[in-house]
């Protein structure tokens, strides 16, 4: 199975930040690789595919980027309604795999 | 507007049985993959499994930790997916989510998600 690692496990930010989240393969997954984001008692919500494509109705804030085994999530201005728990997800082959989870919070 | 709407989940013994349904509505359900993620309390999302279309003949793929105790079907005539869950663990105990895999680009991530149904396994 692929193994994703997410880092950090957790940050604090303050509204207006930049943040970056990484997530790694442990073997290379092209760019099959999506981005959820999920807040406390809700279902996760969809927010990038294939790496690099906005899902439909997504705020631009939100992009990424890479390819093979090393990608990054970045919120480019964080604002209230972003902090959340955010989840990387390979879907180049099965089964499918998550990372652990980045918990982004308010410092 | 697309919606996914999951029922069923109850607190079961270990070794029972359960079964899930995903009511979808808001788009053309047949076309769709549609999967299975589950995530116990205070845990991660981890996927469980998924069933193809007709065109690729209804065919599953499963988690090892499911693999021969669940099952993933479908009824395209009524919009409905549905999880069989048999041998129950207190390790299956989590909040089961159905989502819609994409059609657009392949392969298929996923789009859309229910608000989940919560299985508790436990004697």
């Known amino acids: 199975d692929i193994q994703m690692t997410q880092s950090p496990s957790s940050l604090s930010a303050s509204v207006g930040d930049r943040v970056t989240i990484t997530c790694r393969a442990s073997?290379?997954?092209?760019?099959?690789l999506a981005w959820f984001q999920q807040k406390p008692g809700k279902a996760p919500k969809s927010l990038i595919y294939a790496a690099s494509s906005l899902q439909s109705g997504v705020s631009s804030k939100f992009s990424g980027s890479g390819s093979g085994t090393d990608f990054t999530l970045t919120i480019s201005s964080l604002q209230p309604e972003d902090f959340a728990t955010y989840y990387c997800?390979?879907?180049?082959?099965?089964?499918?795999?998550f990372g652990g989870g980045t918990k982004v919070e308010i410092k | 507007e697309v919606q996914l709407v999951e029922s069923g989940g109850d607190l079961v013994q270990p070794g029972g049985s359960l079964r899930l349904s995903c009511a979808a509505s808001?788009?053309?359900?047949?076309?769709?993959?549609m999967d299975w993620v589950r995530q116990a309390p205070g845990k991660g999302l981890e996927w469980v499994g998924r069933?193809?279309?007709?065109?690729?003949?209804?065919?599953?793929e499963y988690a090892a930790s499911v693999k021969g105790r669940f099952t993933v079907s479908r009824d395209d005539s009524k919009n409905s997916l549905f999880l069989q869950m048999n041998s129950l663990k207190t390790e299956d105990t989590a909040v089961y989510y159905c989502?819609?895999?994409?059609?657009?680009?392949?392969?298929?991530?996923?789009?859309?998600w229910g608000q989940g149904t919560l299985v508790t396994v436990s004697s």
């Open positions: 808001g788009f053309t359900f047949s076309d769709h993959y």
């Open positions: 997800q390979q879907y180049n082959s099965y089964p499918f795999t």
């Open positions: 073997q290379g997954i092209t760019n099959y």
């Open positions: 989502a819609r895999s994409m059609i657009t680009v392949t392969p298929y991530s996923f789009d859309y």
């Open positions: 069933i193809r279309n007709k065109a690729n003949s209804y065919t599953t």
